[in-house]
């Protein structure tokens, strides 16, 4: 069962000031695309940035936390990105709307959460 109220300790290892939360890929995508979830502090507060290889502005909902998020807000976080369709690179509009394979060195069922969910679509 998925522990959609997990909540890591910490983000940080003390090797830098920001760490990748999650790694998403889409293989489905015409390039197998990949964003990467980072996250730094900055007065307090956990923000968080989403990157892909084409410098994309992703919108993240909330990009700004006072607290470590739990694996439910982690999904929610992941599950509503956008982007400005006027500045968007390499469809990734459409990456977006497809469903990752997840990878999280702190959330352990975020992997399996985008599994079931992409095995319930047919998908891989």
Known sequence: MINYEFR????????????????????????GEEISIYVNVTDGNYCFEAIDFYGNDIK????????????????????TMDVNPETAQGNVELTLSGIPEAESAFYPDLERYFTEKRKHYGLR
């Open 8 to 31: 890591p300790e910490t983000f940080f290892d003390g090797t830098g000031p920001n760490a990748m939360v999650a790694k998403l890929l889409y293989p489905e995508s015409q390039w």
């Open 60 to 79: 993240l909902n909330p990009e700004t936390v006072k607290k470590i998020p739990t694996l439910q807000e982690l999904i929610f976080l992941i599950e």
